[in-house]
Structure formats: C-alpha cells, structure tokens
C-alpha cells in the first residue's frame, strides 16, 4: 500500500530565500539518495488558509517499511540538522496510506 507523507515548513523570519529554495531543493534531492521514494515534490503555499505555513512537501513512499527507513536515515537525519533544525521554525508531518 503506498504511503504519503505530507510536511508543511513555517520558515523562521531571518530565513531569507536562499535559503529556503536550498532547504527545498535539497529535501527533493533526497529521492536520489534514499531508497523506497517513488516521489517527492515541494512548493509554496497560495491560499490564505495555512496558518503561517509557507511551504510544504509530498514524499510518496513504496510502504510504511520505506518510511520508517526514511525517517532514520543517515541522509535524513543530516538533511534535518543541516536546513530544518537551521532554517525552519515550526513543522507539521502528516501521514496517510492510499
């Protein structure tokens, strides 16, 4: 069953655009890195219904097994340190299965 994993980013207020367009491209990038991704896309936020997210993720999965394995990964784990734990003020994940 795949599985979807929703992420929506609020950015601190110092976090310029630069940084942002890194924290999302590098998080795309993870797809070629970690296996059991059969997707991820990333972009921002146009309606006026977000709660102060601006932008946020979609990262399509072959199960929960792959998600879990994601979570932990290395290249996860150093993604987050490296631009969330830096450049994100507040995060919401959400999961479902299809």
Known sequence: MTVIHVVLLKFKPDANETA???TLEEAIALKNNIPG???YSAGSNFSNRSQGFTHGLVVEFEGKQELEAYSGHPIHVQY???Y?????EDV????MEL
């Open 20 to 22: 942002i367009k890194e």
């Open 37 to 39: 991704i059969l997707r």
């Open 80 to 82: 987050k340190q490296n």
């Open 84 to 88: 969330i734990a830096k450049y994100v």
């Open 92 to 95: 919401v994940a959400f999961d």
